[in-house]
């Protein structure tokens, strides 16, 4: 199955990318999670943050055409616990062959996106640095992984 990461920003800091290599490369070969970097929406003198959103949703809706099942990363979604979403990665990996994950820019996530969802997921109620919530996803599924293997990597 493939899991893609579509994350509107660009040009991240290394440490995102190291942090989530480290957990993409510990998956076993049959979940390929991949993270697709969307421009941000140019921030011009008549860009409104409505404007900025409508582009920056244009662009993740594009992206995620192909996916079997999508889910939108926002704060009002619902929150899982690890077993929770490792429950939700055995019915991603039974059902869907393409999920898409969909992480918004700086002003959020496109409505259009959340409703073309079929599911929406709150990582915190807190709001987390962008790049953060790459390496949190990441590391987050290779956990929900490691628990359906029975692996020792979670301790409840």
Request: aromatic share 8%; net charge positive.
């Amino acid at each position: 199955m493939r899991i893609n990461v579509l994350a509107v920003g660009t040009r991240m800091p290394s440490w995102v990318t190291t942090g989530t290599d480290t957990y993409v490369k510990r998956l076993p070969r049959h979940i390929d999670l991949r993270f697709t970097e969307i421009p941000a929406a140019p921030r011009t003198s008549g860009a409104t943050p409505q404007k900025i959103l409508t582009k920056e949703g244009d662009a993740l809706l594009k992206a995620a055409r192909d996916a079997d099942y999508v889910i939108a990363l926002d704060e009002r979604g619902k929150s899982w616990n690890s077993r929770q979403l490792a429950d939700e990665l055995q019915i991603w990996m039974n059902e869907y062959p393409r999920v898409a994950l969909l992480v918004g820019g700086a002003d959020g996530l496109d409505p259009r996106c959340r409703a073309a969802a079929q599911r929406t997921w709150s990582l915190s109620a807190l709001t987390l640095p962008h790049p953060l919530v790459r390496v949190v996803l990441a590391e987050q599924l290779y956990r929900a992984w490691t628990l359906l293997q029975g692996h020792p990597y979670h301790r409840e």
